[in-house]
C-alpha cells in the first residue's frame, strides 16, 4: 500500500462481506495507507480466516451473527465512523491511485453536493455508468459512457457510494426494509430530494468486478433473484410508481 492519502481522516470506507474472502484482498490492498476501513461481515463461513485477513490489513471487523442484508449492514458500518465522508465499496471493487483525492477534491469544489460516484470500471476495463433507474421517468435517463467532465446525475451507484456523512445521517442511511437491490436507488433520490444533488466525478476511479462479491452457485442465484424481485416491488410502491 504505497500510495498514501493526506487527506485521510476525512474518509472511511465501509464493505459489506458475505464469503467475499477471495476477492477482498485486491479491495484491501487498493486502500491508500491509514484510511479508516470497517468491514462488516454478513455471517459469512470463513470468519476465522476473514478476521485474520481484516487484522493483517489494519481494518476493523464487526460480524453480524446472520445475513442481515447489504443496506443494514452497511448502516451498522456507517454508525462506526467519524469522518466527513463515507465511502461504500463492494468487496469485488477496488480504488485506483487518487480515488480518494478526486472524490474529496470535487465535494470541496461543489459543497450543494451531497454524493457521488466516481468513474467505475468493469473487470474487463470496460467503462460502467448508472444511466438512470426503473424508479425515475425514462426522460431523466442519461447516454451511456462516462460523462467527459464532472456533473450532476439522478442517481448513483452503490459500488462506490461517496457521501457525506451527515447528509447519510439525514436521511437514515440506507432503507432498512430493501434487504438487497434497489437500495441505492432509494438512496439516491431521497438524498437528492432532502439534501442536495448528486455527482459524477471523471477524474476519481474504481475498477469493479461485478457479481464476484460472493460464490455463485444455483442457490445463491436463487436467492439474488427472489430479492431483486421483493425490492423491486418494494422500492416502486415507496416512490408511488405502478
Known amino acids: 500500500m504505497s500510495n498514501t492519502f493526506k487527506s485521510e481522516c476525512r474518509v472511511s470506507i465501509v464493505t459489506v462481506t458475505y464469503n467475499s474472502l477471495s476477492i477482498l484482498p485486491e479491495l484491501l490492498n487498493s486502500l491508500p495507507e491509514r484510511v479508516p476501513c470497517i468491514v462488516v461481515d454478513n455471517a459469512s463461513?470463513?470468519?476465522?480466516?476473514?478476521?485474520?485477513?481484516?487484522?493483517?490489513?489494519?481494518?476493523?471487523?464487526?460480524?453480524?451473527?446472520?445475513?442481515c442484508g447489504f443496506g443494514?449492514?452497511?448502516?451498522?458500518?456507517?454508525?462506526?465512523?467519524?469522518?466527513?465522508?463515507?465511502?461504500?465499496l463492494n468487496p469485488d471493487a477496488r480504488l485506483e491511485r487518487d480515488t480518494l483525492k478526486e472524490l474529496v477534491s470535487c465535494a470541496d469544489a461543489n459543497p450543494a453536493a451531497v454524493a457521488f460516484n466516481p468513474a467505475?470500471?468493469?473487470?474487463?476495463?470496460?467503462p460502467y455508468f448508472k444511466r438512470g433507474s426503473v424508479l425515475l421517468p425514462k426522460a431523466q435517463k442519461l447516454p451511456r459512457g462516462w460523462p467527459q467532465k464532472d456533473r450532476e446525475v439522478p442517481v448513483l451507484s452503490g459500488a462506490a457510494f461517496f457521501v457525506r456523512r451527515t447528509a447519510f445521517e439525514a436521511v437514515g442511511g440506507f432503507d432498512p426494509a430493501i434487504f438487497l437491490y434497489h437500495e441505492d436507488d432509494d438512496l439516491s433520490l431521497r438524498l437528492r430530494a432532502q439534501c442536495g444533488s448528486l455527482m459524477f466525478v471523471r477524474g476519481a476511479e474504481v475498477t469493479h468486478s461485478s457479481g464476484n462479491s460472493t460464490p455463485k452457485t444455483p442457490s445463491s442465484a436463487s436467492f439474488k433473484a427472489f430479492h431483486m424481485g421483493r425490492s423491486r416491488v418494494y422500492a416502486a410502491r415507496k416512490h408511488h410508481l405502478p
Open 72 to 88: 443494514v449492514a452497511c448502516n451498522i458500518g456507517a454508525a462506526q465512523a467519524q469522518t466527513e465522508f463515507l465511502l461504500f
Open 120 to 126: 467505475i470500471s468493469e473487470a474487463n476495463g470496460k
Open 45 to 67: 463461513d470463513n470468519h476465522a480466516a476473514l478476521s485474520e485477513l481484516v487484522v493483517a490489513y489494519g481494518a476493523r471487523l464487526i460480524r453480524n451473527d446472520n445475513n
